[in-house]
Nanobody, 125 residues
Framework: QWQLVESGGGLVQTGGSLTLSCATSGFTQANYAMGWFRQAPGKEREGIAC????????VYVDSVKGRFTISRDNAVNTIYLRMNNLKPEDTADYYC??????????????????WGKGTRVTVSA
């Protein structure tokens, strides 16, 4: 059974940093491109980062480029998102799941509708 457990969220001040983790089970993570998605209050969920199966190729949405870093460790079935220089507009619930590869144009899309409970990130001004 496909399981995704996100952790590492919290309250941080503007300019601060957080590292999110996503532990996966029930499927072979190494067979999928994996991504991070977020949903801000009152907005639709958006894809923000996607890493290829090999881990070599990565795509970010423009709003997080240069600040966020996605990585994967298939040996421990975990995906990470290092977030630096956080801004109030980064406040959202963050989720990981498999992502389409290569991405469709400028959009990062989930490969399927399977989600964990997410982890909340709140950035205070």
């Amino acid at each position: 059974q496909w399981q995704l457990v996100e952790s590492g969220g919290g309250l941080v001040q503007t300019g601060g940093s957080l590292t999110l983790s996503c532990a996966t089970s029930g499927f072979t993570q190494a067979n999928y491109a994996m991504g991070w998605f977020r949903q801000a209050p009152g907005k639709e969920r958006e894809g923000i980062a996607c890493v290829s199966i090999s881990g070599v190729n990565i795509v970010y949405v423009d709003s997080v480029k240069g600040r966020f870093t996605i990585s994967r460790d298939n040996a421990v079935n975990t995906i990470y998102l290092r977030m630096n220089n956080l801004k109030p507009e980064d406040t959202a619930d963050y989720y990981c799941t498999a992502c389409e590869w290569p991405p469709s144009g400028s959009r990062i899309l989930p490969l399927m509708d399977r989600w964990g409970k997410g982890t909340r990130v709140t950035v205070s001004a």
